[in-house]
């Protein structure tokens, strides 16, 4: 076969994530799981594929697609949700020079369409996949002697904790702690890891618990692992990964 009628220039990254109770009457009880597929492409393009499941009453499911820049700043983002085993909602968000569009159709709000100022083009979004978590930390300038750091405008598809409402936009801005540079094994492997925490979420109805996260110190910000405290209890774990 003609090798000149393929083509193959991005690179792609498939995983699993296991969400895991920490709470003393439910210690290591798996509670969900993520799938995700991340391509990146030779024109330093990124997009995410995320399928994911959280078991806890009420069930909540969540797709997701979710493109970036070479510059990692968002494009667009595609999130469906279904609560309970029921649809409760979809939506597509469009990011560009200084606005932030979403058009949805959901259980509660029926159809919605908005268009919010941002300053300049959004720098990140919270569309709820875990895996997306540590891309946010991309935003902690280490060359400053700041620590925590406030990362500046972020928006989320939904200000609930499970990402079980909308989709819609919802701003809010976020704080970050730099913990350090470890070595970090989980069942995907061992990496080279960045250890980050999130302090604090103003502009959230419910102020987030503290949420330590793990990536790869390699610039690509691949979640490794994180634990939240707090009500939630939770940690997170990458247990599958596979490159291409």
């Known amino acids: 076969m003609d090798e000149k009628i393929l083509q193959k220039d991005h690179k792609t990254v498939i995983g699993?994530?296991?969400?895991?109770?920490?709470?003393?009457?439910?210690?290591?009880?798996?509670?969900?799981?993520?799938?995700?597929?991340i391509n990146k492409?030779?024109?330093?393009?990124?997009?995410?594929?995320a399928h994911c499941e959280i078991d806890d009453r009420?069930?909540?499911?969540?797709?997701i697609t979710y493109s970036l820049d070479e510059n990692w700043l968002p494009l667009d983002c595609f999130v469906r949700i279904s609560v309970d085993d029921k649809f409760m909602g979809s939506g597509w968000f469009?990011?560009?020079?200084?606005f932030a569009e979403c058009e949805a159709d959901t259980?509660?709000?029926g159809r919605v369409s908005q268009?919010?100022?941002?300053?300049?083009?959004?720098?990140?979004?919270?569309?709820?996949?875990?895996?997306?978590?540590?891309?946010?930390?991309?935003?902690?300038?280490?060359?400053?002697?700041?620590?925590?750091?406030?990362?500046?405008?972020?928006?989320?598809?939904s200000p609930d904790h499970r990402g079980?409402?909308?989709?819609?936009?919802?701003?809010?801005?976020?704080?970050?702690?730099?913990?350090?540079?470890?070595?970090?094994?989980?069942?995907?492997?061992?990496f080279d890891a960045l250890h980050y925490r999130f302090v604090g979420t103003p502009g959230l109805p419910q102020e987030h618990p503290p949420y330590d996260v793990w990536c790869t110190n390699d610039?690509?910000?691949?979640?490794?692992?994180?634990?939240?405290?707090?009500?939630?209890?939770?940690?997170?774990?990458?247990?599958?990964?596979?490159?291409s």
């Open 219 to 243: 610039g690509d910000f691949l979640f490794l692992k994180g634990a939240v405290g707090g009500y939630m209890q939770t940690y997170y774990e990458l247990v599958e990964l596979e490159n």
């Open 41 to 49: 492409h030779a024109n330093g393009h990124r997009k995410i594929v």
């Open 94 to 98: 469009n990011f560009g020079e200084g």
């Open 16 to 37: 699993k994530i296991i969400y895991l109770s920490d709470k003393e009457d439910r210690k290591g009880q798996e509670r969900g799981r993520e799938y995700f597929i």
């Open 107 to 109: 259980l509660l709000e």
């Open 164 to 190: 079980a409402t909308g989709p819609m936009l919802f701003s809010i801005t976020s704080n970050i702690e730099f913990v350090g540079e470890e070595s970090v094994t989980v069942k995907a492997g061992t």
């Open 115 to 157: 268009r919010m100022k941002t300053q300049g083009q959004l720098k990140t979004f919270q569309n709820h996949a875990i895996a997306c978590d540590a891309w946010h930390l991309r935003l902690f300038d280490r060359s400053k002697s700041e620590n925590p750091q406030n990362i500046g405008e972020m928006m989320l598809s």
């Open 58 to 63: 009420p069930a909540v499911m969540r797709d």
